[in-house]
């Protein structure tokens, strides 16, 4: 599976688990709500530095948000 649709899917399984629209999320990581929207979708390359982003809205380390099966 594409590295793309597995930040995705962990993106979106995530943003589920808070009970977050999109654009709630996107509030809070001070994203563009189509930008998150497009990386649940897997048609995004996300920076690093959107990942530290995503991460810190969830009020996780980078690890921690890749630390799951999904990545393995």
Same mark, same amino acid.
């Given at each position: 599976? &594409?590295? %793309?649709?597995? /930040?995705?899917?962990?993106? %979106? @399984?995530?943003? $589920? @688990?808070?009970?977050?629209?999109?654009?709630?999320f996107s *509030?809070?990581? @001070?994203? &563009? %709500?189509?930008?998150? =929207?497009?990386?649940?979708?897997?048609? %995004? $390359?996300?920076? /690093? =530095? $959107?990942?530290?982003?995503?991460?810190? =809205? *969830? &009020?996780?380390s980078i690890? @921690?948000? *890749? $630390?799951? &099966?999904?990545?393995?």
């Amino acid at each position: 599976m &594409d590295i %793309r649709i597995k /930040i995705g899917i962990r993106l %979106r @399984e995530l943003r $589920n @688990e808070k009970g977050l629209s999109q654009e709630k999320f996107s *509030f809070v990581c @001070e994203l &563009d %709500r189509t930008y998150i =929207a497009s990386i649940e979708q897997g048609k %995004r $390359n996300v920076s /690093i =530095a $959107n990942i530290e982003k995503i991460s810190k =809205a *969830f &009020d996780m380390s980078i690890y @921690e948000f *890749f $630390n799951t &099966d999904l990545f393995k």
